[in-house]
T-cell receptor, first 113, second 113 residues
Framework: KQEVTQIPAALSVPEGENLVLNCSFTDSAIYNLQWFRQDPGKGLTSLLLIQSSQREQTSGRLNASLDKSSGRSTLYIAASQPGDSATYLC????????????FGPGTRLSVLP | DTAVSQTPKYLVTQMGNDKSIKCEQNLGHDTMYWYKQDSKKFLKIMFS???????INETVPNRFSPKSPDKAHLNLHINSLELGDSAVYFCASTLSGRVYEQYFGPGTRLTVT
């Protein structure tokens, strides 16, 4: 069964810290992996998408890496800010799942001022 | 200039009723999705439509039926609503190809009483 897991489930850090969120997937045959942010009561905002041929993607203070062989992706957030507080979701597009994504349960991040 | 829009944002109804949620995207995408996010915040795919054809239908009760009048719209009809249908429903879209980057709507919070 193709699954996606994320650890930790929740994380609380003081402002200014660098942090890493982890995403694991069960099959290395993927098209791509997408990281999202979800604020309470809101929809999902796409942060970064990494294609299967790529090792990492960067956007501002965010850096996402992909290691297909180990079935892992990490989202690195530099110099965290209170505005980064949200739930971060990882979604994987597996080969034999067509155009559909499997989502992880998310990591709830709180950045304390 | 909203990319993916849903209506209504909130829907409160009684058990046994029939309701619809509408979704529209103006991104020129050819694939649209419906997801359900339950009380535990887990996001699961319900349907995806590509060029007006249903690609995959997860184990969703047949009380749920997607209807796509054209590539820009994918509506969700729900018959005989049950308490367990209470959740947030998200519409998303993407452009088919090797890179399926998804864009999400703001969500519809359905409460069945």
């Amino acid at each position: 069964k193709q699954e996606v897991t994320q650890i930790p489930a929740a994380l609380s850090v003081p402002e200014g810290e660098n942090l890493v969120l982890n995403c694991s997937f069960t099959d290395s045959a993927i098209y791509n992996l997408q990281w999202f942010r979800q604020d309470p009561g809101k929809g999902l905002t796409s942060l970064l998408l990494i294609q299967s041929s790529q090792r990492e993607q960067t956007s501002g203070r965010l850096n996402a890496s992909l290691d297909k062989s180990s079935g892992r992706s990490t989202l690195y957030i530099a110099a965290s800010q209170p505005g980064d507080s949200a739930t971060y979701l990882c979604a994987v597009n597996y080969y034999n799942y067509g155009q559909n994504f499997v989502f992880g349960p998310g990591t709830r991040l709180s950045v304390l001022p | 200039d909203t990319a993916v829009s849903q209506t209504p944002k909130y829907l409160v109804t009684q058990m046994g009723n029939d309701k619809s949620i509408k979704c529209e995207q103006n991104l020129g995408h050819d694939t649209m999705y419906w997801y359900k996010q339950d009380s535990k915040k887990f996001l699961k795919i319900m349907f995806s439509y590509n060029n007006k054809e249903l690609i995959i239908n997860e184990t969703v009760p047949n009380r749920f039926s997607p209807k796509s009048p054209d590539k820009a719209h994918l509506n969700l009809h729900i018959n005989s609503l049950e308490l367990g249908d209470s959740a947030v429903y998200f519409c998303a879209s993407t452009l088919s190809g090797r890179v399926y980057e998804q864009y999400f709507g703001p969500g519809t919070r359905l409460t069945v009483t």
